[in-house]
């Protein structure tokens, strides 16, 4: 997978029957969570942002990105953490963007890239808490140029739009065109775009399974474990219409303006007609910094 080229695209639906094989497992395996559950997922989103927010503190110009990924991960594990969905992410200043990267192996975090002043950069991680996994990408710009304000300003419009695009009457691939053109609307680049299958959103369950050592990375073998046994196709959200949107979705939007990228990566419930972000439910704040 970490060899595929970026804009090379697998046609899943050629595969015989997977699309029917898939959509069957998922609706198997859907499962609405109670209000109890989803603090846990709560709790798990808070302790990774917390955490992405301290290490971005930290980080000074000279730090790699092997470094900085390296110090979320240790954090983390500090604080309790044993398992990953997957590992840390950290791109720096254009790799932001995804600019200059041909294939996937080109996004873990390289020893001989390093921050510089006034860089912009991206922290993503995605831990399991106590068997409840969160995933969570931030983007920050120390100099806080007008560029980069401009771009996150952009951002949060997108943030707050997406709600209402869950909550109408369209359906998951409606949606993705929707945002693709939001993003395009505003002369940007849609850098999710060339994440594998161009995913935009994946659901979230806790796993049994992330007791268990892990021996790959940066995505572990429970993260592929819990996505195909439920139904891989049916549990992204990637330009094509899936057989529901309820569910707790982890929503990554990644945005560039050809220089800097940023995005935001937070959980999104769909459940029982009603969507909400999850951190607006739980706390008053409502902020993902």
Same mark, same amino acid.
């Given at each position: 997978?970490?060899?595929?080229?970026?804009?090379?695209?697998?046609?899943?639906?050629?595969?015989?029957?997977?699309?029917?094989?898939?959509?069957?497992?998922?609706?198997?395996?859907?499962?609405?969570?109670?209000?109890?559950?989803?603090?846990?997922?709560?709790? $798990? =989103?808070?302790?990774?942002?917390?955490?992405?927010?301290? !290490?971005?503190? /930290?980080?000074?110009? #000279? %730090?790699?990105?092997?470094?900085?990924?390296?110090?979320?991960?240790?954090?983390?594990?500090?604080?309790?953490?044993?398992?990953?969905?997957?590992?840390?992410?950290?791109?720096?200043?254009?790799?932001?963007?995804?600019?200059?990267?041909?294939?996937?192996?080109?996004?873990?975090?390289?020893?001989?890239?390093?921050?510089?002043?006034?860089?912009?950069?991206?922290?993503?991680?995605?831990?399991?808490?106590?068997?409840?996994?969160?995933?969570?990408?931030?983007?920050?710009?120390?100099?806080?140029?007008?560029?980069?304000?401009?771009?996150?300003?952009?951002?949060?419009?997108?943030?707050?739009?997406?709600?209402?695009?869950?909550?109408?009457?369209?359906?998951?691939?409606?949606?993705?065109?929707?945002? $693709? =053109?939001?993003?395009?609307?505003?002369?940007?680049?849609? !850098?999710?775009? /060339?994440?594998?299958? #161009? %995913?935009?959103?994946?659901?979230?369950?806790?796993?049994?399974?992330?007791?268990?050592?892990?021996?790959?990375?940066?995505?572990?073998?429970?993260?592929?474990?819990?996505?195909?046994?439920?139904?891989?196709?049916?549990?992204?959200?990637?330009?094509?219409?899936?057989?529901?949107?309820?569910?707790?979705?982890?929503?990554?939007?990644?945005?560039?303006?050809?220089?800097?990228?940023?995005?935001?990566?937070?959980?999104?419930?769909?459940?029982?007609?009603?969507?909400?972000?999850?951190?607006?439910?739980?706390?008053?704040?409502?902020?993902?910094?």
């Amino acid at each position: 997978m970490l060899n595929l080229k970026i804009n090379q695209k697998l046609n899943v639906n050629s595969i015989p029957g997977l699309k029917f094989i898939s959509k069957e497992i998922n609706k198997r395996r859907q499962k609405s969570y109670s209000d109890k559950e989803l603090k846990q997922f709560y709790e $798990s =989103q808070k302790l990774t942002i917390e955490s992405i927010n301290e !290490v971005a503190s /930290l980080l000074r110009p #000279g %730090v790699s990105e092997f470094d900085a990924a390296k110090m979320l991960d240790s954090l983390l594990q500090k604080k309790g953490v044993k398992h990953f969905l997957h590992y840390s992410f950290a791109w720096f200043a254009e790799r932001s963007s995804f600019n200059k990267m041909s294939s996937y192996d080109d996004t873990l975090p390289r020893r001989d890239i390093f921050l510089e002043e006034e860089d912009c950069f991206i922290l993503d991680a995605a831990p399991y808490v106590n068997g409840v996994p969160s995933d969570v990408g931030l983007g920050f710009c120390p100099s806080k140029s007008k560029a980069y304000n401009k771009l996150d300003n952009q951002l949060n419009e997108l943030e707050e739009l997406i709600p209402d695009l869950f909550n109408g009457e369209l359906n998951a691939q409606e949606i993705y065109s929707q945002i $693709s =053109q939001e993003i395009k609307k505003r002369h940007l680049k849609n !850098v999710h775009e /060339l994440y594998p299958f #161009g %995913v935009l959103a994946h659901r979230l369950h806790p796993s049994k399974l992330s007791n268990l050592p892990s021996f790959m990375k940066p995505f572990s073998w429970q993260a592929y474990a819990d996505i195909f046994s439920r139904g891989f196709l049916e549990e992204t959200i990637r330009g094509e219409n899936i057989n529901s949107l309820d569910g707790v979705w982890a929503i990554e939007p990644h945005i560039s303006d050809g220089i800097n990228g940023t995005k935001f990566e937070k959980i999104l419930v769909v459940r029982e007609g009603k969507v909400f972000w999850l951190d607006e439910y739980f706390s008053t704040k409502g902020s993902r910094r």
